[in-house]
Every structure is written in C-alpha cells, then in structure tokens.
C-alpha cells in the first residue's frame, strides 16, 4: 500500500483522496472526541459544519441528542459541551447521538467524500486504526485537519505514529511527507515534548486545557475505528 | 518577522504569499542551476513553462541564449543543456541569456506572482537570502517547488536551513511547518543522510547524477542572491 498525509483540511485535493482508505485526524481535540464518546456508548456522531445547522438538528428531540463542540477552541453558547474528550463520559452519552461542530476536524471530514472509506483516528487508536487501514489493503491517505486551516505539528506526528503502527506490520510505500511525519515520530517518542513546539499546543494551555493534551497523547487506550457513512444530506460516524 | 511554508507548486494559495517576501526553492535543481548560472556572469535566467515557448524565445538570436532545463529530470530534445548546475559554468553562460523550463521551479516562480518580492534561494546561497530576507523585514514566505506537484524532502530540509540562517541573526515567528522544516535541519546537519530518504533523491541517483545532488548540498558557496521581475509577458531573474 501506498501511504501519503495530506497537512490541513484546507489542502484537501479530490484527485488525491479518491478511492483511497482516508484516515481523518484531529487530535487536538475533534477526533479524540469523537472515538471517545463513541467508546463510551454513544450511537453516532453528526458532525456539521456550521452551529445553526447543528441546532436545528437538535431542537425538535433534545433527550436524543447531545450538543458538542468549539469555536476558537471554546464552548459554543448553547451547546451542551465543548471539544473536550474528558467531558463524554459513559453517563452522558450512553445511547445518545453526539452532534457535533468544530472548526478543522468537522471541515476535514466532510472534506473528504469521494474516499472508498473515511476512518476516524487519534493517538488513541492509533493501533487500531493502522490495524483497520492494512485489513483494507487499499492505498491510504492520512487527512490531518490542521489548525485554522494550516498544517499542525499535532496531527503530523500522530500521522507519523500511526505509520509506525503500520510498519510494524505490513509493507508501506510512504511518500515524502509520509516518510517525514514517520521520521519526526521516531525522533520523538516523548509527544509531548514535541508538541510543546505547536501552536495549538500554546493556545490550549493557556486556555487550561493541559489534562486534555495529556489525555489526547496516550496512545492506543481504545480498539475501536469509528468510520463515516455518508447520506444524501448528512455524515454519521459510526462505532465500525 | 513571520516565517511560513508552503510545500509544492501546487500548494500556493495566493492569499498566503500576497504582499509577503518570497523565496523560491528547489534544490534538486532548478534554482541551484539559476543560482549557480547568474554567479558564473550569466546576464539573466527566464523562466518558461512550456518548452515550445522556450524553443520560441530563443529561435530569433541564437547566438544570445542558452536553452536549459529538463523533463523528468532529462535534457529537453533541442535544448543546449539539462538541468544540472554543474553544466553553467562561466565560459558556457558568461554574458547571456538563459531560458530554461523545468518542471517543479519554474511552476513555482510563475504561482508566486503577487508576491512582494521574490527571491531564489538553495543550499548553495542559503545564507545571502536568509540575511536579504532579514534585511527586507517583511512576513516570509518559503515556496517548495517540490517535486512533480509533490512535497519534497529535498526543499524541506533546506527551507530549515534557511530558517536557521535567519534565527541566527534576527527574531522569527515560525508556523508549524516552518518549525518542523527547522527541527528536522537541526537535527539533520548531515544532509546527505537525509536526502538519502527521498524520492527525488533515488530518482536523480539512478540517472547517475550524483555529483549533482553533492553539488546542490554544498551550504553557502555563493552569496549572491537572484530576484525576479514581472514585466507584462515575462519573468526575468537577475543577480541583484
């Protein structure tokens, strides 16, 4: 298999990710939220682009639903919950639908239909989700979300991670990006000594949220690889 | 100053380099040629995206140009030379004219129209524009040619060292990528090592081109520093 990354969600080309095995990563905090809840018991995810489009989804059958999401890295007014993963605990969202909104991951996503298959990952699952994507035997591409629509160092060594993961068992050809995230992990086991260097790192600790970070750099806690299914007129992530 | 990345010619989005001071790079070897060409006494380079406008250019005063660059990395049938800097030496380009296509560098000169100033940079003069680029203190931004529409390692690691050059001497903000590009210089002083990872890198190594690929890695052997100029129909790089 053929391994390339693309380095924000405003990068995103067709051609490239057509017909290939998409891994959507966000990990600081999109996509570490999503596989968490979903770990947790939660139905499905919807992510939206916009808030009032995730509003209105909820309004008319708010037990259903859970109202999730950031913008600039804080709390939606209204919204039930941030972009923390800490905060969907199984007794939130057991049996729910988890709606959420935030600014690269939800972009990312919807960024990429055209793939064969749209898989969620993270440091999280990262074991996982390279298991997933070698099964699938299909060429990947690693869709970083990025921050504000820029490449984030974040992402790219958690893509890095995940192509060790994949090395470790199964032949990869790796692009020159490829072979460079793969390259910054194995020179930095320690994560988060090189994401002290990231600029979303900066914004989020100054916002408090270091048990966040912390959390979103554990690697391989949770087996689980969410996946996108697609409709006419919405995404759901689910739990396979 | 701001310092940003972007990774291939087909990566710029003009938004990002309006206005800002740019510096075309791509080492392996299109401004390595420009570069090496200007410093032997060569008057000026154009750069032409097509070789039939190149063939064009030159068919009415021979005598005043040298016709140079490369298809998939080999000489252009009709063309006095390839794309190997060690072919412009000075009793080759003393006094003319040198029109070249090639198929990363010239892409990115043209897609940076709309810069402030653009300024061509490798290994070989990597110092002189990290000191221009200060001097000018403006927002910086360091186009990759990369290689075939592609992020290439070879751009990437000199991108760093640039950034190096320029952290000596002057305060930079870097973004994600500008930091990674730095971080891997830093820890890659032996480029070679590095390159040896890269597609382009084996692609040029089984043309033979070896002491090509030497040659673009020497630091600092020419302090000179090319800039462009847009006329209505025309790029034109000189030496000042």
Same mark, same amino acid.
């Given at each position: ?15 490239k ?39 209105n ?6 037990? $259903? ?50 793939? $064969? ?6 440091f ?30 974040d ?41 002290? $260097? ?26 689980i ?14 739990? $396979?």
């Open positions: 298999m053929k391994v390339d990354i693309i380095i924000s969600a405003n990068d995103i080309k067709k051609e990710i057509k017909d290939k095995t998409v891994i959507i990563i966000d990990i600081l905090r999109a996509t570490s939220v999503i596989i968490t809840a979903l770990n947790n018991g939660c139905n499905e995810v919807i992510p939206v682009v916009n808030v009032e489009d995730a509003k989804l909820v309004k008319n059958n708010r037990d $259903k639903y859970i109202l999730g999401g950031e913008r600039n890295a804080v709390k939606i007014d209204g919204f039930d919950f941030s972009n923390s993963p800490l905060e969907y605990t199984e007794d939130i969202v057991k049996n729910k639908t988890l709606v959420m909104t935030t600014t690269n991951g939800t972009k990312a996503i919807h960024g990429s239909l055209g793939a $064969k298959i749209i898989l969620i990952g993270a999280i699952n990262a074991k996982a989700v390279a298991q997933k994507a070698i099964e699938l035997n299909n060429d990947l591409v690693i869709v970083n979300a990025g921050t504000r629509g820029e490449f984030s160092m992402d790219f060594i958690c893509s890095g991670y995940i192509i060790e993961c994949i090395l470790k068992n199964a032949y990869a050809e790796l692009s020159d990006i490829a072979a460079t995230a793969h390259y910054i992990y194995t020179q930095n086991t320690n994560i988060l000594d090189f994401l002290s $260097k990231a600029k979303h790192y900066k914004v989020l600790m100054n916002l408090g949220l270091e048990e966040d970070i912390k959390y979103c750099c554990k690697t391989d806690i949770i087996d690889v969410p996946s996108c299914k697609f409709t006419s007129h919405q995404v759901k992530i689910e739990k $396979k």
